[in-house]
C-alpha cells in the first residue's frame, strides 16, 4: 500500500477523529478540508460542524484562560511572547471591556489578533460565560463559511474521486492554498497590528 492510499484510507475511514487536532493546529485549512470531505459525500455536515466549533472554542478558551493568569511572573513571560507586550495590554484590555463584540468579530475575522484579543479578554476578567456567548456563534458563522468553502469545492471534485490520489492531491492543494491564504493575512495584519501599537 502506497502513501497516497494510506492517506486516503486514514482520511475517509476516521475523518472526525482527525478533525479536532487538525482545526486547533491550522483552523481555516483543516476546516475548508473537513469542508470537501462533506462535499465528496465522506462526512456529514452536522457532526463536522459541531467539531470544528468545538475545537475552535477549546482553543479561545485557552488563551481566555491563559489570560486569567497573566499577572504571574512565568504566564506573563508567555503572554509576551504570544503578542501581548506591555503596551498591548492597556490598550487591548480596554478595548476589550468596551466592546467585546466587536474585538471577537475582528479577532474571527483576522487570526493574528485572536491571540492577543483572548489573552486580553482574559487579562481584562471579563466573565467567562460572556466571552463564550460570543465565541461561540462567530466560531459557527466562520466554521460554516469556510465549510461551506469546502463543500463546494468537494462536489466539483467528486468525479475525480476513482483516484485517491488525484484526490487527496486536489484536497491537500486547497489546504495549502487557504493555509497559505491565511498566513498571508496574517502577516499583513501583523505588520499594521506592529505599526498601531
Do not use: C
Amino acid at each position: 500500500m502506497d502513501v497516497a492510499q494510506m492517506l486516503w484510507t486514514a482520511m475517509s475511514d476516521h475523518p472526525y477523529a482527525l478533525l479536532g487536532p487538525l482545526v486547533l493546529v491550522e483552523g481555516p485549512a483543516a476546516t475548508v478540508l473537513a469542508g470537501s470531505l462533506v462535499g465528496t459525500g465522506m462526512a456529514t455536515f452536522w457532526p463536522i460542524l459541531l467539531i470544528v466549533v468545538a475545537a475552535d472554542v477549546a482553543g479561545d478558551s485557552v488563551m481566555y484562560v491563559l489570560g486569567r493568569f497573566g499577572t504571574r511572573p512565568r504566564v506573563a513571560r508567555i503572554l509576551r511572547r504570544l503578542g501581548l507586550t506591555v503596551q498591548r495590554q492597556d490598550r487591548l484590555t480596554a478595548a476589550v471591556t468596551r466592546s467585546l463584540p466587536r474585538v471577537v468579530a475582528g479577532a474571527k475575522a483576522v487570526d493574528i489578533t485572536a491571540v492577543p484579543a483572548f489573552l486580553a479578554a482574559g487579562l481584562a476578567r471579563v466573565p467567562y460565560r460572556r466571552f463564550v456567548s460570543w465565541i461561540v456563534p462567530a466560531s459557527a458563522v466562520r466554521a460554516a463559511v469556510l465549510l461551506g468553502i469546502g463543500v463546494l469545492f468537494g462536489r466539483e471534485a467528486a468525479d475525480l474521486l476513482n483516484s485517491p490520489a488525484t484526490a487527496i492531491a486536489l484536497t491537500l492543494a486547497l489546504a495549502v492554498t487557504v493555509g497559505l491564504a491565511n498566513l498571508l493575512v496574517r502577516r499583513w495584519a501583523g505588520r499594521r497590528f506592529r505599526v498601531m501599537s
